[in-house]
């Protein structure tokens, strides 16, 4: 099936430090979606992306829609310890609308 | 507030055994979908229901079986229980999966 590919799969930062982290794919989307997942709990959609070259923010993360709609991108300025957790994209399959694919997830750990 | 509500939150099942998780949703969205997560594979579909009365097969269907009640309710039903079935099992819905979906918080299945 579609793949997303996440990088990294896991990260280590320091509290305040700035985290980037991207999501790659074999076939053009024309939707990224990025969401967290805390511990314990369901992921909850934090940016949508409609548009290639589109950024978006929401608080303290920004989003950017890759160019040639193969990619997309999450940063996270000034990180704090409740930034723990699995980032996963999503983006729909190819020739439906009807369901997402995600993508393997990106590990954060936030040390003090 | 609920949301997407998921039955049971924890479960150990013996290899054979049957059971049915539930999920039920209170915001009159159309799409419903079943999704495993096992640690470095992210989400994976296993079915989804498009509209009431409809459901298809997603990646990993085998060894499920779902049910769309009516538009609020969707269960999966594990007929024949095995190990390789222990995960973490979350349900969603979405009236447009492009608008991001909504999860339940999961059921955690161990089947030993």
């Known amino acids: 099936g579609q793949q997303l590919n996440q990088s990294p799969q896991s990260m280590f930062i320091q509290e305040g430090e700035d985290v980037s982290m991207n999501c790659t794919s074999s076939s053009i989307f024309n939707t990224w979606l990025w969401y967290k997942q805390d511990p314990g709990e369901g992921p909850v959609l934090l940016i949508a992306l409609y548009k290639a070259g589109e950024l978006t923010s929401n608080g303290r993360l920004t989003a950017q829609f890759g160019i040639t709609r193969k990619d997309s991108f999450l940063n996270i300025s000034a990180s704090i310890p409740s930034d723990v957790g699995i980032y996963f994209c999503?983006?729909?399959?190819?020739?439906?609308?009807?369901?997402?694919?995600f993508g393997t997830g990106t590990r954060l750990q936030v040390t003090l | 507030n609920a949301g997407v509500t998921q039955t049971p939150k924890f479960q150990v099942l013996k290899t054979g055994q049957s059971m049915t998780l539930q999920c039920a949703q209170d915001?009159?969205?159309?799409?419903m979908y079943w999704y495993r997560q096992d640690p470095g594979m992210g989400l994976r579909l296993i079915y989804y229901?498009?509209?009431?009365?409809?459901?298809d097969k997603g990646e990993v269907p085998n060894g499920y079986n779902v049910s769309r009640l009516n538009k609020r309710e969707f269960s999966l039903r594990l007929e024949s229980a095995a190990p390789s079935q222990t995960s973490v099992y979350f349900c969603a819905s979405s009236e447009r999966p492009i608008y991001g979906y909504t999860f339940g918080s999961g059921t955690r299945l161990t089947v030993v």
């Open positions: 915001m009159n969205h159309n799409s």
């Open positions: 229901s498009a509209s009431e009365g409809t459901t």
């Open positions: 999503a983006g729909p399959y190819t020739g439906t609308a009807s369901k997402l694919t």
